[in-house]
């Protein structure tokens, strides 16, 4: 059960879980007591589909693991503000596959945690899917990386789309900025370590609709806007009209399209 309107989303108090995992100090409620279990470890969060007051809503499990203090602290031993830069690395899309984060494989630095974490959503990775094998079957090669970028498309040509997928279950802007600055870091980190100077694209599981947001993202940033919903995949944006020609499968629209 929670409180307030609509999904569950990785941010404010449930991005918190994560971003202070291991030092999460677990209290059950027993009869008119709270017992102390001891500190504990996110070590991974499930979307599942539950109900919120009569509504069917996207909802966030959090899968906790007892450590010791000794383990949190090493799991915490990480230089306040330091970011960690591991080379990119294309990896395979094995699709129906979720990642699986264990306690021993989860970074300890906070934003490195919401990553790997955001990955594993189910409605996240049915985006990153969903485009890999729409983009396959234009013959290029779809790549993926755990610590980075969620899609990279390669065609033999050597042209190349980054793709950041953000599932829209919260604030619009919010995530929206995020992505923003994921592909531009992201864009610099693959052209260092690959070589590769790719287009950018955001895809999301619902439209953008704002004319302005729409504008500023694809007349202001040069990105495409991807949208895989169940009707098909819609791509907006200055790039868009020649990406359809090499993907059959993709449909241009303006912002205004219906879904």
Known sequence: MWFGPGSMTLTRGNAAIIDRSPELHLFVRDHERNRYEGPFACVDVEQVQALNKGTREAALVFVLQRVTATEAGEFSAVEPGATSRRPVVRQPIKAGEMPTVSAAG???DPEQRRLRLEKALQSHREIVETLADVFARSGAACSEDSNSYDLL?????GTALLVEAKSL???LGQRVRLAIGQ????RYRV???LGVTPQLAIATNRQIADPWLVEYLTRELGMMLITVVPAGVFATGD??????????ALVTQSHR???
Do not use: H, K, Q
């Open 106 to 108: 989860l970074p300890a």
């Open 191 to 193: 052209r260092s370590d």
């Open 169 to 171: 279950n919260g604030p």
């Open 239 to 248: 790039w868009a009209e020649s990406l359809t020609r090499r993907v059959p």
């Open 183 to 186: 592909l531009f870091e992201y």
């Open 153 to 157: 498309v390669e065609w033999p040509d």
């Open 257 to 259: 399209w219906p879904l």
